[in-house]
Nanobody, 108 residues
Framework: VQVVESGGGLVQPGGSLRLSCTAS?????MEWYRQVPGQQRELVAR???????YYDDSVKGRFTISRNDRKKTVYLQMNSLKPEDTATYYC??????WGQGTQVTVSS
């Protein structure tokens, strides 16, 4: 199973980005994590096959996770971005398969 993230980039504080994570096969659950060099990877958001979602407190109200099963893709809409959101964002499929990551930099 292959997992590919896209959509990262450089954005100013207060701006928005939408990350995409596309899998080569159908899946039940997908999670978005982020990691800053020298720190542990942390869970940002999760969506299950039943549409149950979870958000870390640091992103609640600003990030929205959604899925398109026909496209085998999960999205992470990130609004009101802050410099502390700067990290490499990874998605994980069904708790097993990781993508290569996409860099998000929030800076003026």
């Amino acid at each position: 199973v292959q997992v590919v993230e896209s959509g990262g980039g450089l954005v100013q504080p207060g701006g928005s980005l939408r990350l995409s994570c596309t899998a080569s096969d159908s899946f039940y659950a997908m999670e978005w994590y982020r990691q800053v060099p020298g720190q542990q990877r942390e869970l940002v958001a999760r969506i299950t096959g039943g549409g149950i979602v979870y958000y870390d407190d640091s992103v609640k109200g600003r990030f929205t996770i959604s899925r398109n099963d026909r496209k085998k893709t999960v999205y992470l809409q990130m609004n009101s971005l802050k410099p502390e959101d700067t990290a490499t964002y990874y998605c994980q499929l069904d708790g097993s398969y990781w993508g290569q990551g996409t860099q998000v930099t929030v800076s003026s």
